[in-house]
């Protein structure tokens, strides 16, 4: 079943001014409920725009968002209640943190939507635990906290809604390698407990790759592709075109078939690319 | 004995913040940056790496051991502007490092303040922008450039105050593929057209594949130093610091257990392509 449902989406930006901007023009797509889908494109391509229209921030200047087959828009007075259910983590969400407390400002959402002090309570843990923030830090001022923690509890404020859509603009920007892996395994888990639906909006073809079961590519405001993850990552030259590069070693097998060699292209991390090779070093006897 | 070619050596430099009672954030680190050569200091957060760049330019001063700048050493109060004026440092968000509203207000900002003529500023503003290969967007409003652009005019903002080295702390980290190619490119050519000495912190490999040198920084001390090729190739180790080598890298690493004959220092997926094609060679198909 489909849960969030795109037609025709278009955003003007200043409309009927001499600083007219179309940001996104009729964007079409379908996200399958439990999906987890990859959203690539250039700064500036219109993936900001496009996902501040899924929780109702942004309202189209034509088209529509359908989240379980309804109109979001279709009663204006509800869209807080959507943006509960759709939760956006913007781009340095950490820069928002304003609580005194970490557990205060993870709680923030809970109560908002009315929720009792017992469930607002177990949510703020649940949370937290599920995004490495131990209880030692709940009493903490957020101000007292690295980048990373920071970055940490801010995802962790908008799980606490248990939100059934989950969108991340570039969660991982700014992270080295380690705080990019945790907080993508959080993600991850959401995923997987909760069943919940992810967008993933990254630079990284490569954590693209390793999380994601489709991809959307954006350019100039549409998009230019939209399928599986083998689907999009094979065609390397098209993406070279739009600027954007593939994962390292899908480069690699790339330049091994261009010479003959008989390897997969759909190959997007290390651990594929290892396996392919060891099966193909079998085939040829060069080990056992 | 500091010699005349030593842009920056630090010796036996120690720090700690006031205060903290923790471990010190800096351990005996001890390191030359030769005069002309691109360094790059790898290391994950919270590893010491962007504490040593503010010791390079006496942000930070030493609390054990010493930095010398040009020989100069840091803790020498009254020449502290000297030591600034030859050591730039650029940061992390580009939008923290911009001044003014027009880009070569932006660059002239640094020369005007230490009041040298306006003929002088004018000179160096254009010099500064062409190195960044931004003098086109002179009369562009800053604000409304991309991040690579305002990166590169913060950059040029170092230029124009003529320094003999910059030190880049992540310069790319907040930055699409776009604006990271276009800084590193001009980081590249700051460095080998215009000659000057390149410290460039990061925690991608990628980008530190290109400096002649690779330090590696754990826990406030330096734990490889060597070329890329030398330190790409503890693949192993770099993981154990939470750091990770390029995807070609590594894939060639975990194929050499049981094909030994594969190189360990692979930097690309040029040359992983080629040794994996190596390997089938003569196989019969």
């Not at chain 1, 630079?203 to 489709?214: C, G, L």
């Not at chain 1, 390292?248 to 759909?266: E, H, I, N, Y």
């Not at chain 2, 880049?168 to 080998?192: I, Q």
């Not at chain 2, 192993?236 to 094909?259: F, K, N, V, W």
Request: with cysteine; hydrophobic share 40%; aromatic share 6%.
């Amino acid at each position: 079943m489909s849960r969030l449902e795109v037609k025709g989406l278009t955003h003007v930006y200043s409309k009927g001014t001499p600083f007219e901007r179309t940001a996104i023009e009729d964007l079409n797509f379908t996200v399958e409920s439990g999906g987890f889908v990859g959203i690539i494109g250039h700064t500036g391509s219109g993936k900001s725009t496009m996902v501040q229209h899924l929780n109702g921030l942004m309202k189209p200047t034509s088209g529509q968002v359908l989240l379980d087959g309804k109109d979001i828009w279709e009663k204006p007075e509800e869209i807080r209640a959507l943006r509960f259910r759709v939760g956006l983590v913007f781009q340095y969400p950490e820069y928002q943190l304003f609580e005194e407390t970490v557990y205060k400002d993870i709680s923030f959402g809970p109560r908002n939507m009315g929720l009792e002090e017992r469930e607002i309570d177990a949510r703020v843990r649940e949370a937290a635990l599920l995004c490495g923030v131990g209880d030692e830090l709940l009493e903490r001022s957020p101000f007292e906290l690295s980048g990373g923690q920071r970055r940490r509890v801010a995802i962790a404020g908008v799980l606490a809604m248990q939100p059934e859509v989950l969108i991340m603009d570039e969660p991982t920007a700014g992270l080295d390698p380690r705080g990019r892996d945790e907080i993508l395994s959080h993600v991850h888990r959401y995923h997987e407990q909760r069943g919940a639906t992810v967008l993933l909006v990254s630079h990284s073809m490569e954590d693209v790759a390793r999380h994601a079961t489709s991809v959307l590519v954006m350019e100039h405001g549409k998009i230019a592709m939209h399928g599986s993850v083998s689907e999009v990552f094979s065609r390397g030259e098209r993406l070279s075109e739009l600027g954007l590069a593939v994962p390292q070693v899908t480069a690699v097998f790339a330049r091994l078939a261009r010479a003959g060699l008989p390897v997969p292209t759909d190959v997007f991390t290390v651990e594929q690319g290892e396996a392919a090779l060891r099966r193909l070093l079998r085939e040829r006897g060069v080990i056992s | 004995m500091n010699k005349t070619e030593d842009m920056i050596q630090t010796i036996e430099l120690g720090f700690s913040y006031p205060g903290e009672g923790g471990a010190p954030v800096l351990q005996g680190v001890s390191l030359t940056v030769e005069r002309g050569s691109f360094v790059a200091v790898l290391g994950h957060n919270g590893s010491g790496k962007s504490t040593l760049a503010k010791q390079m330019n006496a942000v930070l001063l030493p609390t054990e051991g010493k930095v010398l700048v040009e020989g100069i050493d840091t803790r020498e109060e009254a020449r502290v502007f000297e030591v600034r004026q030859k050591v730039g440092l650029a940061f992390q968000n580009p939008d923290n490092q911009i001044v003014a509203t027009i880009v070569e207000e932006d660059v002239a900002f640094a020369p005007e303040n230490l009041n040298i003529p306006q003929e002088e500023t004018a000179r160096r503003v254009e010099y500064a922008l062409r190195a960044v290969d931004m003098w086109e967007y002179r009369t562009h409003s800053a604000h409304q450039l991309s991040g690579g652009q305002k990166q590169r005019v913060a950059i040029a903002g170092i230029i124009a105050m003529m320094p003999h080295c910059i030190v880049l702390d992540e310069p790319t980290a907040m930055l699409d593929p776009v604006g990271r190619e276009e800084v590193l490119s001009t980081v590249r050519r700051l460095n080998r057209e215009n000659g000057i000495t390149i410290v460039m912190i990061t925690h991608y490999m990628k980008e530190a594949a290109m400096a002649d040198r690779v330090v590696v920084m754990d826990k406030g001390k330096v734990v490889l130093d060597g070329t890329p090729r030398e330190v790409f190739s503890e693949v192993d180790y770099l993981e154990s610091l939470g750091l990770e080598a390029p995807q070609a890298t590594t894939l060639i690493h975990r194929l050499r257990g049981d094909c030994p004959s594969l190189p360990a220092d692979v930097l690309d997926e040029e040359e992983a392509a080629q040794a994996i094609l190596h390997l089938f060679e003569g196989v019969a198909g």
